[in-house]
């Protein structure tokens, strides 16, 4: 990776993305970057001045040992703030905290995280709450969802260049609808027999990963990501798909994972561009 913006208002919820932010800059040798976002115009500038000051100023009592460069946003939703700072310093990562309705060691990005995800330029990595709290942070093993989809597609090679990159493990994961609930009227033999298709087409897709597991599991999609979440330091997902298995893996599933995972969450959105592919492979 080469920049990282994290999105930070002072709150406990954006120090775990600081936190994670900085966790994965270190790992990846990136340079952070923290963006604060004022969606409601001041009538002062010397007000909104403040404002900025004392956000940063929390950043740099949150990581006193770490340089980051601040950039500040006026006049838009916390979204678009982030995605325009993303877009202009071509970010490969946007990291957001998540909200205090969530339970201990749970995603709720709410509307702020669903919002960016639909325009999001880049990969956007969702803290779970009291992530600020953790020791110890590694990429030991990371899991991706995968249906075959072009935007698992992306997912997987976000996340085989990823593990890569840190030597961690890789856990695909390829979840189909139960029997009796997938509502497609598709009998489970084809599904399964599809699912297994599916994860021979992902290890014709890795390229760099050297060790990889594959799990193929019948199920709630949501929920058996977010099972396997226990397990892992990251889990990548994609953020939509089609067709019937696609639908029950990343259509709209993507949110309900983000609010049930345990573990920080990275969504690649079909607008995420990915940079330095290339650099990193060779």
């Given at each position: 990776?080469?920049?990282?913006?994290?999105?930070?208002?002072?709150?406990?919820?954006?120090?775990?993305a600081?936190?994670?932010?900085?966790?994965?800059?270190?790992?990846?040798?990136?340079?952070?970057?923290?963006a604060?976002?004022?969606?409601?115009?001041?009538?002062?500038?010397?007000?909104?001045?403040r404002?900025f000051?004392?956000?940063?100023?929390?950043?740099?009592?949150?990581?006193?040992?770490r340089?980051?460069?601040?950039?500040q946003?006026?006049?838009?939703?916390?979204?678009?703030?982030?995605?325009?700072?993303?877009?202009?310093e071509?970010?490969?990562?946007?990291?957001i905290?998540?909200?205090?309705?969530?339970?201990l060691?749970?995603?709720?990005?709410g509307?702020?995280?669903?919002?960016?995800?639909?325009?999001?330029?880049?990969?956007?990595?969702?803290?779970?709450?009291?992530?600020?709290?953790?020791?110890?942070?590694?990429?030991?093993?990371?899991?991706?969802?995968?249906?075959?989809?072009?935007?698992?597609?992306?997912?997987?090679?976000?996340?085989?260049?990823?593990?890569?990159?840190?030597?961690a493990r890789?856990?695909?994961?390829?979840?189909?609808?139960?029997?009796g609930?997938?509502?497609?009227?598709?009998?489970?033999?084809?599904?399964?027999?599809?699912?297994?298709?599916i994860?021979?087409?992902?290890?014709h897709?890795?390229?760099?990963?050297a060790?990889?597991?594959?799990?193929?599991?019948?199920?709630?999609?949501?929920?058996a990501?977010?099972?396997h979440?226990?397990?892992?330091?990251?889990?990548?997902?994609?953020?939509?798909?089609?067709?019937?298995?696609h639908?029950?893996?990343?259509?709209?599933?993507?949110?309900?994972?983000?609010?049930?995972?345990?573990?920080?969450l990275?969504?690649?959105?079909?607008t995420?561009?990915?940079?330095?592919?290339?650099?990193?492979?060779?």
């Amino acid at each position: 990776m080469n920049k990282i913006v994290i999105g930070f208002d002072g709150s406990a919820q954006s120090c775990d993305a600081l936190h994670l932010g900085r966790a994965f800059a270190e790992l990846t040798d990136a340079e952070l970057i923290v963006a604060a976002v004022l969606d409601a115009p001041f009538e002062f500038d010397t007000t909104a001045g403040r404002y900025f000051a004392s956000v940063f100023d929390a950043a740099t009592s949150e990581l006193p040992d770490r340089d980051f460069s601040t950039r500040q946003v006026r006049g838009v939703s916390v979204p678009a703030g982030l995605r325009d700072v993303a877009a202009s310093e071509q970010a490969e990562l946007v990291v957001i905290g998540s909200t205090h309705r969530g339970g201990l060691g749970r995603v709720l990005p709410g509307s702020t995280g669903e919002r960016l995800l639909s325009q999001a330029p880049c990969a956007v990595a969702v803290a779970p709450n009291d992530f600020a709290r953790h020791e110890h942070f590694g990429l030991g093993l990371v899991g991706v969802a995968f249906d075959g989809s072009d935007e698992s597609k992306l997912a997987l090679d976000f996340a085989d260049h990823l593990a890569f990159e840190l030597d961690a493990r890789l856990r695909v994961i390829t979840i189909v609808p139960a029997t009796g609930t997938n509502g497609t009227g598709i009998p489970r033999i084809i599904l399964q027999d599809r699912g297994r298709d599916i994860q021979g087409s992902a290890r014709h897709e890795l390229g760099l990963t050297a060790g990889v597991e594959f799990a193929l599991e019948e199920g709630d999609p949501a929920a058996a990501l977010a099972e396997h979440g226990i397990d892992l330091d990251l889990l990548v997902i994609g953020s939509r798909g089609h067709g019937p298995i696609h639908r029950a893996l990343l259509g709209g599933v993507s949110a309900d994972v983000m609010r049930m995972a345990p573990c920080p969450l990275l969504v690649v959105p079909r607008t995420a561009i990915r940079r330095g592919v290339e650099a990193t492979a060779s």
